[in-house]
């Protein structure tokens, strides 16, 4: 495989100073870009700052920034800003989130996503091109903005986050790559095409695009552990409509709709145990490092330009073996 992403942990036994001596041994390992998103912990634009700052070659993305949190004029200084820091190195990867990040826990509407994610990205790829943004549309009425620093030399990659058909066929559309997520390698294929149809209809090719996706990956000689902590992830991710629509899609709808029929009766427990042997296999890859490497081959014959490992551990200090996970893939 020509690239190969890594995700940065998302988690609080990580602290963030430490993110950069796992940082260094991607850059040292031969990945090509380091992502890293935001949920309830480290932001996004802060931990980027700091990993361009202390890197030299290696890539570094968002995977994802929603659109509404913050303002597309915002984004655009944003990624203007990261594009000083690391000339050529910036990916911008944005989405539309969840219902709850966006209108329980931060107060905000959650109205029609696609559309204003379209608008946003519009606006952004105005602000990065230094033009005078005079914009009315559904979600954001500019007037007379103008990014004060010249126009980069080579536009910051916008990436958007898909799920589904719509937001595949956005992404083919309007983006520069992809990135998808919780997708089993029989998936790939149709989201590969749904993106394909989006970008033909632009008059562009899928040659064009990058099509990236995260799995969740535990390199370890005892894997049962790490399955455990699989499902409890995957079942936080049954439970919001738009990821149990996807995963209904893929096959498993047997699994999603008794996962929430037990978290509705308030069984936690009974829902984790809902996730079957088969749905774990299909979402994230668990085991020896022979058996990674395979298996992650896998992802790329479907149709995949940049696998990104995601690594995760159960361990109470989850460092040791997120870097045992990380170099089983060293270039």
Do not use: H
């Amino acid at each position: 495989m020509s690239r190969l992403g890594l995700a940065l942990p998302f988690t609080a036994a990580v602290p963030l100073s430490d993110y950069l001596s796992l940082a260094g041994e991607a850059e040292a390992s031969g990945y090509d870009t380091l992502w890293t998103g935001e949920i309830n912990g480290t932001d996004a634009v802060t931990t980027m700052a700091l990993l361009a700052s202390r890197t030299g070659r290696i890539n570094v993305a968002s995977g994802i920034i929603p659109v509404q949190t913050r303002t597309p004029i915002v984004l655009g200084m944003t990624a203007a800003s990261l594009a000083q820091i690391a000339p050529g190195r910036i990916r911008l990867g944005l989405g539309v989130s969840s219902k709850i990040i966006v209108n329980e826990w931060n107060g905000l509407p959650f109205e029609r996503p696609l559309e204003q994610l379209k608008e946003a990205v519009r606006v952004i790829r105005m602000v990065l091109a230094g033009e005078r943004v005079n914009f009315e549309g559904r979600f954001y009425r500019i007037r007379n903005f103008r990014l004060a620093q010249p126009p980069l030399p080579k536009p910051v990659p916008i990436y958007l986050a898909a799920l589904g058909p719509r937001m595949l066929r956005l992404a083919g559309e309007i983006a520069d790559g992809v990135l998808l997520n919780w997708i089993p390698p029989e998936a790939i294929p149709q989201s590969v095409r749904e993106i394909e149809i989006g970008a033909e209809g632009a008059g562009r090719s899928l040659a064009d695009l990058e099509i990236a996706a995260y799995i969740r990956t535990a390199v370890t000689d005892d894997p049962e552990p790490g399955r455990a902590a699989l499902a409890r992830d995957i079942t936080g991710y049954c439970i919001v409509d738009s990821y149990a629509r996807f995963f209904i899609a893929c096959g498993f709808g047997k699994e999603v709709e008794a996962v929430n029929a037990a978290w509705r009766a308030g069984d936690r427990q009974g829902a984790v145990s809902q996730i079957s042997a088969r749905f774990l296999d299909g979402l994230g890859i668990v085991g020896r490092a022979d058996f990674c490497r395979r298996r992650l081959e896998e992802y790329t014959k479907a149709g995949l330009t940049q696998p990104v490992i995601f690594p995760f551990s159960p361990d109470p200090d989850p460092r040791p073996a997120l870097s045992r996970t990380l170099q089983a893939f060293a270039a």
